[in-house]
């Protein structure tokens, strides 16, 4: 015999799934204006790019210009080569400068989240207090400091502020915790491996997805510092992209013209840290992946 099924109970799942989609709507509205309001900029700058300096001051709409091949020889023409020179430091900067700062942060992480010494907490407590602190407020004291060492006005000043990581190291240290077993790294150390070993074969590849993330942010950052390399370089030789388009707006009042060169290097350089993401982000899928076949 088949037992009756009341409509309400039929009901009251479709009521509940039409609700769940109701309040959807309003976190997805609100995502949308918030993407459109990030993106809106980005895409006017790239509009700009096409356009000539004539076009570009006339009128303001988003509709593509005729100057694009100009405003880009223009630009890679400029100083013999400036723009290529800059956007090369800024290669060297954030490349190099995010490179020793993920190793730095994965050890610096693993020793936090593995081993028990005195006063780890304090160290810790101190790295997120270093979290908290504006970059910003440490540029002059780095400055005041590095040319105590005679290094103001180096490449290296621009370097070795950025190796150190307060976010780095905490993000290391969370991912390291919960990516590393303490089992594995046990049987290593009965097995007779030293620590350098058990942290050169088991941990790094294990925080290989995690390291990959403080690179990209790590990067980025260096690669949109303006005020650091703004206070420690002199030489126009030295700068990177930031503080170059800085000086081309700042000599755009006298000639109109750098103003779209300007506007042309900002939209070149957003070009490489898209082209960094697309191909990074390749190690998280492999990671969430991995992250399912565990379950």
Do not use: H
């Not at 700062?101 to 207090?129: C, D, H, N, Q, W």
């Not at 300007?262 to 991995?290: C, E, H, M, N």
Request: net charge positive; glycine share 10%.
């Amino acid at each position: 015999m088949t037992a009756a099924v009341s409509p309400r109970a039929v009901s009251a799942p479709r009521r509940a799934a039409s609700a769940s989609r109701r309040g959807g709507i309003l976190p997805t509205i609100v995502l949308l204006i918030g993407a459109v309001y990030c993106l809106i900029p980005v895409a006017w700058v790239f509009v700009a790019t096409s356009k000539a300096p004539s076009e570009l001051f006339s009128t303001f709409t988003f509709a593509p210009g005729t100057g694009l091949f100009g405003n880009l020889a223009d630009l890679f023409a400029y100083g013999n080569g400036q723009f290529v020179l800059w956007a090369l430091n800024s290669l060297l900067y954030s490349g190099v400068g995010a490179l020793l700062s993920t190793l730095v942060s994965a050890m610096a992480g693993y020793a936090l989240a593995k081993y028990e010494f005195p006063g780890r907490k304090l160290v810790f407590y101190g790295i997120l207090a270093g979290v908290l602190i504006p970059g910003i407020t440490l540029a002059v004291p780095q400055y005041l400091l590095l040319s105590q060492l005679g290094l103001a006005g180096n490449p290296l000043s621009v370097l070795i502020p950025v190796i150190i990581s307060p976010f780095g190291i905490y993000l290391s240290r969370v991912y390291a915790a919960s990516a590393v077993p303490q089992e594995t790294i046990e049987a290593a150390r009965i097995d007779g491996s030293s620590e350098w070993r058990i942290f050169r074969s088991i941990a790094l590849p294990l925080l290989v997805p995690g390291m990959v993330t403080v690179f990209l942010l790590q990067f980025i950052g260096i690669w949109n510092n303006f005020l650091l390399p703004y206070i420690m370089l002199s030489d126009q030789s030295t700068y990177p992209l930031t503080v170059g388009l800085f000086t081309l707006l700042s000599r755009g009042s006298g000639s109109p013209a750098l103003y779209s060169l300007a506007i042309t290097g900002a939209a070149v350089s957003i070009v490489p840290l898209v082209a960094l993401v697309l191909f990074l982000q390749r190690y998280w899928k492999l990671d969430l992946i991995s992250g399912g076949l565990k379950g």
